[in-house]
């Protein structure tokens, strides 16, 4: 029994940073988040001249393909103003294989938190509510300690971290292309720079409160659980 516990445990705190980092980077994916980063001080401009309407519209677009049902969203209809189209095969191909990657890693969320609410309601009809806390507890300090780690290579070298997270996720240099291509005139590096530490900051900060409500709520858990013992034996 205490070996199966321990398992549900780890579920329960293994869920806990793959919910924080997928949950805000989902954030990002909604309509504020270009147009936020478009009108920031010091993003650089189109090279090519594109209008900011136009380029905040495309921008638009292109994410809300993300949240599309697969089948439904189609990035090669969209065009420029003048009617040629936004984007060439290759960089098709790449959103093609940016939304499967999107839509796993959101399932995998889906699932790690079914699989924590499972694992909890078990520890909680054992009369183990303390061991649900310490592992919100445990798993946001872990999530704490992997953030510190990656921040601290993306502020040696962004780029070498970039490029290593999508050697991940991706084969190798489908995801390279033109300074002339549309994705990369819509999402220049530091586009993705700051969502880097947005996603950071946010899920670091929603981690350390998290961890510190929860352990406070595990230690009163066991309080709790210790004093009802002692009253049982009194009673005995």
């Known amino acids: 029994m205490k070996i199966v516990r321990g398992v549900l445990r780890v579920l329960i705190a293994a869920a806990v940073p793959l919910i924080l980092v997928i949950g805000m980077a989902r954030l990002l994916t909604l309509p504020w988040y270009p147009a936020w980063e478009y009108a920031r001080a010091g993003f650089p401009d189109d090279p ?5 309407g136009e380029r905040l519209r495309l921008a638009r677009e292109s994410i ?5 049902p697969r089948g439904v969203g189609r ?3 969209l065009q420029f103003a003048d009617g040629t189209v936004a984007f060439n095969a290759r960089e098709i191909s790449h959103m093609d294989d940016v939304k499967l990657v999107y839509d796993q890693l959101t399932a995998a969320a ?6 924590a609410v499972v694992a909890a309601y078990v520890l909680i009809r054992q009369g183990r509510l303390s061991l ?8 946001s300090l872990f999530t704490l300690c992997v953030l510190v780690l990656l921040g601290a290579w993306m502020a040696v070298g962004f780029d070498a971290f970039f490029t290593a997270f999508h050697g991940i996720f991706f084969a190798a240099d489908t995801w390279l292309f033109d300074y002339s291509d549309t994705l990369i005139r819509l999402f220049p590096l530091p586009f993705w720079a700051s969502a880097g530490l947005i996603i950071a900051v946010g899920v670091g900060v929603l981690a350390f409160a998290l961890a510190l ?24």
């Open 213 to 236: 409500f929860t352990r406070a709520l595990q230690k009163r858990s066991e309080r709790k659980q210790k004093q009802e013992s002692a009253n049982q034996e009194s009673a005995n």
């Open 64 to 68: 809300a393909f993300l949240n599309l």
């Open 132 to 139: 649900v806390w310490g592992a919100l507890s445990d798993g």
């Open 75 to 77: 990035l090669d209809d």
């Open 48 to 52: 090519l001249g594109m209008v900011p």
């Open 110 to 115: 889906l699932i790690a938190f079914v699989v």
